[in-house]
């Protein structure tokens, strides 16, 4: 009897995975037809590699709607993370068929890498000679990346916060047993209250863009592109190749990208009490960025730029590296070995929880410096009881101890990530940048290969599939391809 409603449990289980993940497939092929009609109304001859790449799709996605048809739509933990998991690691083989079936016809690693590098929001890059490619080959990779920015969020609220790494569960969510207040009355609601802002924040970015000198279709790459943290551009150059408007329109949205939806929710609603908007860990984002964008200020002033370009190119790119959005207007490499340490460091960091960003994130930054002085206090005064809060709520040491147990698994993913391709033949520099770039979802790294004036084309395809599968695991912050391995989590 145990055995057979284990049975029908797995069972259950698979019909709603098959369900959801068919739902899914069908959306992207959807899309994926919308670009074919839209190549075909603008002529720019990719119409063909989207209309394939839709049939592609929508047979897969029958299958897998027939196999789960009937079932619940209602998901569990643990199907859940089943579904982040597949859908993380295979929708970009299916996203990157436009890119082998069309103009630029890239191998399967390299198509696979630029899907990856944008679903994840990464915007590293293999492709060059954007500025002449086709408009929906483009718009496609820009697309890949907002709909990669909205998924991290929705990630960071419905799963991180049940495996005690993403900093959700100290906002006091309605999800949370121990909520004391409400913030939107069902779930859906909340999600579309995030869409709105979402949305609402891409179309300001865009108008913004436009006001600034670029033409409508460059403005909605970038405004899609900025306001997910991606960094995809229409150009080789970067933003270095639109005008210096659009680079102080950038700083704006890359840095409200990489803020707490949740506290925009709140804001909308007029409800911003202390405890439950993240304002630690937003002071701590503008604070560091302040920090650095100050030194970078006073190292380009030195280097005799005048005061409105060097304050503008040391905050664009200190932004654009610690929100892991990725633009480049400069090559930082060649203010010296001080900025290239800097700019190293900053890959790490990364935004808020809650937010688009990639990285370590302010919230457990801001964990550990609170245990830390918490600490130091009780050090000094023993028998001090003054708890450390987070957004008001006393911080216990299961809270530290997961911050701290992330923190040592996030090092070695780093360090094992940087020997795996130096195995492949990458020299130490790249090999370490490498690993940070796309375990943050930062985009450049460091080095003559893959620098903010290079390119990740040239790399051994054995690398870019690494690489790949790094940008994966930091977007899905480790724990949650980690949790599959566990024996308990699979009887649960």
């Known amino acids: 009897m145990v055995r057979r409603e284990a049975f029908e449990g797995m069972l259950r289980d698979f019909r709603v995975i098959f369900l959801t993940s ?93 899907s990856v590098s944008g679903l994840t929001t990464t915007g590293s890059t293999v492709v060059s000679g954007l500025d002449d490619s086709p408009p929906s080959l483009l718009l496609w990779r820009s697309v890949l990346q907002w709909i990669g920015g909205v998924g991290i969020i929705a990630l960071s609220i419905a799963i991180l916060p049940f495996l005690k790494v993403g900093g959700m569960q100290l906002f006091k969510m309605e999800s949370s047993d121990t909520s004391s207040e409400r913030l939107i009355a069902r779930p ?26 670029m033409t409508g279709f460059e403005a909605l790459n970038h405004a899609l592109t900025t306001v997910s943290t991606g960094g995809y551009s229409t150009s080789d150059s970067s933003l270095g190749h639109f005008s210096t408007g659009t680079h102080w329109v950038a700083i704006g949205f890359m840095a409200a990208g990489a803020l707490p939806f949740l506290a925009y929710v709140r804001l909308t609603r007029q409800n911003m009490r202390t405890h439950g908007t993240g304002m630690g860990q937003i002071g701590l984002f503008f604070m560091i960025v302040a920090m650095a964008a100050g030194l970078m200020f006073v190292l380009r002033l030195i280097e005799d730029q005048s005061f409105a370009t060097a304050l503008r190119e040391a905050l664009f790119n200190v932004v654009s590296v610690i929100t892991t959005t990725g633009y480049a207007t400069a090559d930082y490499q060649l203010w010296g070995p001080f900025a290239m340490a800097v700019f190293f460091f900053l890959t790490f960091v990364g935004g808020c929880a809650g937010s688009t960003s990639g990285g370590f994130k302010m919230f457990r930054f801001e964990v550990l410096a609170k245990a830390l002085l918490q600490n130091l206090n009780r050090t000094a005064q023993p028998h001090s009881l003054s708890p450390a809060r987070i957004n008001g709520q006393p911080l216990g040491p299961g809270d530290v101890a997961s911050v701290a147990l992330f923190s040592a698994v996030y090092v070695a993913t780093f360090a094992i990530g940087a020997l795996v391709l130096s195995a492949t033949g990458l020299d130490l520099m790249t090999s370490l940048s490498g690993s940070a770039t796309a375990l943050a979802n930062v985009g450049p790294g460091l080095g003559a290969i893959i620098g903010p004036a290079g390119n990740f084309s040239g790399l051994p395809d054995s690398t870019k599939l690494v690489l790949g599968a790094i940008m994966v695991l930091g977007r899905l912050e480790v724990f949650t391809v980690l949790v599959l391995f566990v024996p308990r989590f699979h009887t649960a």
């Open 188 to 213: 859906n609601q909340l999600a579309i209250a995030i869409g709105s802002i979402y949305l609402g924040l891409t179309l300001a970015c865009m108008i913004g863009y436009r006001i600034n000198g």
């Open 22 to 114: 068919g739902w899914l497939l069908a959306g992207m092929s959807v899309l994926a037809l919308m670009h074919a009609i839209g190549s075909s109304l603008a002529r720019d001859s990719e119409a063909g590699a989207f209309y394939a790449t839709a049939v592609i799709g929508f047979v897969p996605a029958a299958v897998a709607l027939a196999a789960g048809w009937g079932a619940k739509p209602e998901l569990r933990f643990r199907q859940a993370v089943v579904i982040t998991v597949m859908a993380w690691f295979g929708l970009p083989i299916f996203c990157a068929l436009p890119f082998m079936l069309g103009t630029w016809q890239l191998s399967f690693v390299d198509a696979v890498f630029e």
